[in-house]
């Protein structure tokens, strides 16, 4: 049998077999509640352990309530979600949730964002009946993540995440009864553990259990010292998603008013990472064509595919599980890395300060920038190319507690030298960006002729893992995408098997790429918030004059004032890092 | 952590048993039954080479583990103590002989003393109701045991004689 009547609340409805009580719910408008449920839609990406217990529901000549998520619907079947036997079931559980939960809502970093905060205000709970022992756990602090496990209701999302979706395998729960917990192996400290801080477990944490480190403060401090330049850049992705953190609705862009925000806030520039990521593209995209020029004409010391390395949890990831091919991915650093090295070089030289007094602060979708920007290969004399990084999330709190109204907020625009960017540097915000963008240089260098288009839906989309064809006037360009490290790794398997058939590969860690990023405003499962930012990222990449990476005239100018080429010596020093082996 | 480094032939001797489940991840309770059985315990390299094996994280594999009071990741002692902690043995003073334990051992529950002489652990139900409070050596069983009677059950061990036939365990 293919569809099944059932009858839900006194509504009868006709649903596909298969479907969950809570699907079939919401198809009327029944919204059950949930809290360790989350469904990601066309991403492939769910957890429903069935844990909490929040969704019970009563169903006719059952015994036992029923949790809404993980219970298909069956002939006939009738559903009461708030029968008194339901709402009094789902109070108690919260209750006792509650009980062992500790109770510093009004300074918690997730206040206001928290899902159980909601669920508990949802279900009108106004009184705690029980009165049991409470966990105490200590905190667990990494350059990017902190982990306060005291708020952890066991939903478990984030172990799903780390092993399901992303493969990285460090969460698990641990101890068994009331000293379970969510812990990396050993109990040991994320910072010793293979961790690539993507930050998809604090995207998905519905409580405050899992959250960034905070450097709101050390900005604040950096802008309010006289003897400090401090600048900006902001992420492709950031400006497709900060509106939400003000109530706007998913996908509005808001550039503008981002730049004009950073400018009330003090910085002395406002730059963009995007012309950082039309950089990356001129050194990752010179790199591609040379190995594959190489390549082809048969020297076999030349390994492809190319990897992309944009992404600091990607690399991470690598230098973990996959250390034998250090040598795939390109050499080029992160688009965030690429701008910290040339802001404490070149423009530090043009104002004539030292680079201790040129402060670099960016604003990331990421929580892994953290950590990145304070990697040592990436310092000079101690000093980090790249300051603080903040996330999208930390530049919304820093707007609110510096007083500015971001909706009525003028657009305006960035800074020169470093803030011109074209359209192909703005995709660097999704999955399948980086390689389109690439594609639209290395094709024009390559070729020597005009790209007939710009636009490469065979590059776009949601799917985990996708692969195309470009034609380079003769020559067939096969390319890889993934996103999600868990699609990463199956791309590795098949290159570490010589199964491999691609020449240029793209990664991104987050589901969704940077959009979808550890650092972006909660999505609280929505996976329409995801696609929604997408198509805005793809907007921004239209309205864009420039195109084209290699047409930026600030790119064209750096090399001619700076750089001389592409992959030259002083581009290779400033621009191109290393891998390091992270297994022991 | 602690780091040991593992003999070669114990990784082999945990790769063997792996493969002996087909290295199958579902596997994994059985494979750490086996290797617990051959090794007398799990400590945390054991645990890594297994996850690799079975091609599963180390933090799944420190779960289940953890989750099971069976698997233990500190050595037994040369003569594991178990004092039975169900309902008989309780009522009738097991707890008072498991503190004195405690107490001339210088060691917790799940522990071992420093010259790895002897390891105490509590388990429920030996089936010898009848003898409550009941508590084993190795293999050997001793019955009603009074606390004031723990400094002697020890020194039979600490001397080395009426051991033997129960050390064969």
Redesign the interface.
Known sequence: MDTINLTIDNKSIVVKNGTTILEAASGIGVHVPTLCHMKLHDLNIENKPGGCRVCVVEVEGRRNLAPACCTEVAEGMVVNTHSIRAINARRTVMELILSDHPADCLICAKSGNCELQDMAHQLGIREIHYQGEQSHYREDTSPAIIREVDKCIMCRRCEMMCNEVQTVGVLSAINRGFNSVVSPAFEMNLDHSVCTYCGQCVAVCPTGALTEVDETGNVIRALSDPSKTVIVQTAPAVRAALGEEFGMEAGTLVTGKLVASLKQLGFDYVFDTDFAADLTIMEEGTELLNRLSKHLSGDKDVKLPILTSCCPAWVKFFEHQFPEMKDIPSTARSPQQMFGSIAKTYFADKLGINREDLVVVSIMPCVAKKYECGREEFKTNDNPDVDYALTTRELAALIKISNIDFRTLPNETFDNPLGESTGAAVIFGTTGGVIEAAVRTAYEIHTKKELPRIDFAELRGMEGIRKATIDFDGFPLKIGIAHGLGNARKLLEDIQAGKSEFHAIEIMSCPGGCIGGGGQPYHHGNAEVLKKRQMAIYQEDKNKVIRKSHENPYIIELYEEFLGEPMSEKAHHLLHTEYFDRTE | ?PKIKLAENTIQLIKDTCAEFGNKESELINVLHQVQHKLGYLP?EV?EVIAKELK????????VV???SFFTMIPHGENPISICMGTACYVRGAEQVLAEFKRQLKVEVGESTSDGKFSINCLRCVGACGLAPVVTVGEKVYGRVAPSEVKKIIAEYREGCAGDDAKSA
């Open positions: 952590m945390a645990q599963t994280s180390v933090a799944k594999v420190y779960g953890t989750f099971y």
